[in-house]
């Protein structure tokens, strides 16, 4: 080990962190200075990666799980060659600059995940220790082995705060994950002050509890965090967590202290920074000339890892060419396999739930990386997976059916870290009121345009009994309100059908399913294009004539309830249209949406949800027939008709 060398890229990191953030004015300069050893030696000697490929599909992943430490991140993806160049560095924090306050997967070379809040990137790191597993189960062969990678994440005190890391840090252990290794940050620092005034407890027999190897060392002894690593690697059965005592702010004068945590030091404590480091404290972005010498001689070991296992990966395709149709499906997103789309007759009553079921089991056979599972709820949700593999367990890598438990927040990010991973599409499933607990890493997914599949069902007060905690009102229109989040309400079994098509078509947003709890009748379809038009967000279900008077506009269950209301109505020509995606409808063109809403009609939205959002699609606010307030417990019909959330009062509504 090139001690010498590896010094070096510490202090470059140190020195273009500190000029960075300054030059902004904003950042966070503590992590940078107190993990610089760290970051250079796991991308100089310990990570599997080629800085001239960052999409090398079995490289080592790195997640900065502590994402405002971000000039970290910037510095040594920098210096080790990928493409982050120092005008990108100097100009940190800046609109349009590869090097934004936090990381931003897909818009930085080398960066592995969006970071944002805290607390994710361990879930998100899980779920690519899970996806590895899974991908080396499947295409690995007695011969060859073309999966075998480590994902490494560097945690600090706040992420293992969250709770969010508890919930995924249990699942990693359970399922032993051995693959995994945490760095803990343990400079004892946060914000407010010392840890020691809101976290006390034991974290190594917390992490221990979980299933987890726990070591602990110095963050300055690269040696010893080398050694650190290998001991990790040798534990192959539990993922390991490493907790390096570290100096927040190293080598600043108020080192140490909350004050370096997230803020520039200020002009004269850099140009101190910079002594202490045996810097010229009057130069800018300096770095070491040992530094970038030492990565260019790293750079043939880097390229020949890749070359290695591309000898290695193209005799495995050779030796096994439908394995390798798989893999090129798996990482394109495209089918490689064959099953029919189920049938539904008109007028039979099915749960859009049970049709996503049948839907979730013909995908399965159609793409062999579709792999999902529940927050406990596998048998309500009709989201069991039938297909090859079983359930996934230690002792079942292979199984595509996994079991989160009740950890909706853990398991949306482990998907979101799967998906992101590659060669794995992930869905999960719950109930919708339960997007509460995922709407952040729902939001991370949607940033980081991951296809991720959110499977909820029990969409509305129809939930019945369970009563008002359990009845999704608000969250319909809070999903819509994510950008880049795909919202699906199919309002039966057929439509299902096509939401799923339309899900799995997608390579660049996650898509949620709000799916119902009760039967819904399959109704017939007046438009004989409607699965074009559905594909756009909303077609005609009952024509009602080319000027009708009154359109109703109903997504999901809403849809029968207005086919039910329209046949009441006497004296009046009315349209009912069904939207089953609001947000692709209304970015239709004008000619489109006209010819699905009529121009000239009365307009009507039913919706078992509150308004918002709604409200330019009427004249009138009173044709909104919404539900504006929370639900009661009670069976679902007697609730609807306690808040006139009938097609009677619709049809009422209609005529008025």
Avoid at 8 to 23: E, G
Avoid at 566 to 595: P, W
Avoid at 647 to 654: C, G, Q
């Amino acid at each position: 080990m090139d001690l010498n060398g590896i010094a070096a890229v510490a202090k470059s990191i140190r020195s273009l962190s500190i000029d960075a953030i300054q030059k902004a004015n904003s950042g966070h300069p503590g992590l940078p200075l107190g993990c610089a050893e760290l970051a250079a030696v796991l991308y100089g000697e310990i990570l599997k990666h080629n800085p001239a490929d960052s999409k090398w599909a079995d490289r080592d992943r790195f997640v900065l799980s502590a994402g405002h430490g971000s000039m970290l991140l910037y510095s040594i993806l920098h210096l080790s060659g990928y493409k982050v160049s120092l005008d990108d560095i100097q100009s940190f924090r800046q609109v349009g600059s590869k090097c934004p306050g936090h990381p931003e997967f897909g818009w930085t070379d080398g960066v592995e995940n969006t970071s944002g809040p805290l607390g994710q990137g361990i879930a998100i790191g899980v779920g690519m220790a899970l996806a590895e597993t899974m991908l080396a189960a499947k295409f690995n062969t007695e011969k060859r082995t073309i999966v075998d990678h480590y994902t490494y994440v560097l945690s600090g005190e706040g992420c293992l705060e969250e709770g969010v890391s508890s919930e995924a840090s249990s699942f990693a252990g359970h399922n032993k994950l051995g693959k995994l290794i945490v760095f803990y940050d343990q400079n004892k620092i946060s914000i407010d002050g010392s840890t020691d005034i809101t976290f006390t407890e034991d974290i190594g027999k917390r992490y221990e509890a979980y299933g987890w190897q726990v070591l602990r060392g110095d963050m300055y002894d690269v040696e010893g965090i080398a050694k650190l690593v290998e001991q990790a690697k040798a534990e192959t059965e539990k993922p390991t967590l490493i907790m390096l005592k570290s100096v927040i702010g190293k080598f600043a004068p108020k080192q140490g202290t909350p004050s370096v945590h997230g803020e520039p030091l200020g002009v004269d404590d850099v140009a101190a920074t910079k002594k202490n480091l045996g810097l010229n404290p009057d130069e800018f972005f300096q770095v070491d000339p040992e530094a970038y010498k030492y990565f260019e001689g790293k750079k043939a070991d880097f390229a020949k890892k890749e070359e290695d296992w591309k000898k290695e990966f193209d005799a495995w395709a050779k030796e096994n060419p439908e394995l390798a149709k798989q893999w090129k499906a798996s990482f394109d997103g495209a089918e490689d396999g064959t099953a029919d789309d189920p049938k539904y007759e008109v007028g039979k009553s099915v749960a859009t739930r049970t049709a996503s079921g049948d839907m979730i089991n013909a995908m399965g056979l159609r793409y062999s990386y579709l792999v999902g599972g529940s927050a406990d709820l596998k048998g309500s949700n009709k989201s069991g997976m039938k297909c090859d593999g079983g359930t996934y367990t230690p002792d079942n890598r292979a199984g595509r059916s996994i079991e989160y438990g009740i950890r909706e927040f853990g398991m949306a990010s482990i998907a979101l870290g799967m998906s992101a991973h590659g060669g794995i599409r992930p869905f999960v499933a719950t109930y919708l009121v339960f997007s509460d607990y995922m709407r952040p890493s729902i939001r991370v997914a949607a940033l980081m345009k991951q296809p991720v599949i959110y499977d909820l069902t029990h969409d509305s007060i129809y939930v019945g009994e369970d009563g008002p905690t359990h009845q999704p009102i608000e969250h319909l229109s809070s999903l819509r309100a994510i950008p880049n989040v795909q919202v699906l309400r199919p309002g039966d079994a057929e439509e299902t059908v096509v939401a799923w098509n339309m899900a799995m078509a997608s390579k660049d947003h996650p898509v949620v399913f709000a799916l119902t709890r009760q039967n819904v009748p399959v109704y017939a379809k007046e438009d004989s294009s409607w699965k074009e038009n559905a594909v756009r967000g909303a077609y005609v279900v009952k024509k009602g004539g080319d000027n009708p008077d009154v359109t109703v506009i109903a997504t999901g269950s809403e849809v029968s309830m207005a086919l039910e209301a329209a046949a009441k109505v006497s004296g009046k020509s009315v349209r009912v249209v069904s939207v089953l995606d609001k947000t692709l409808f209304e970015r239709q063109n004008d000619s489109f949406r006209d010819s699905v809403l009529g121009k000239s009609s009365r307009k009507i939205v039913v919706e078992a949800g509150v308004r918002n959002g709604w409200e330019f699609y009427v004249s009138d606010r009173k044709d909104l027939f919404t539900i504006d307030r929370f639900g009661e417990s009670g069976p679902a019909k007697k609730v609807a008709e306690s808040l006139g959330f009938t097609a009677e009062k619709l049809a009422s509504l209609i005529e008025s």
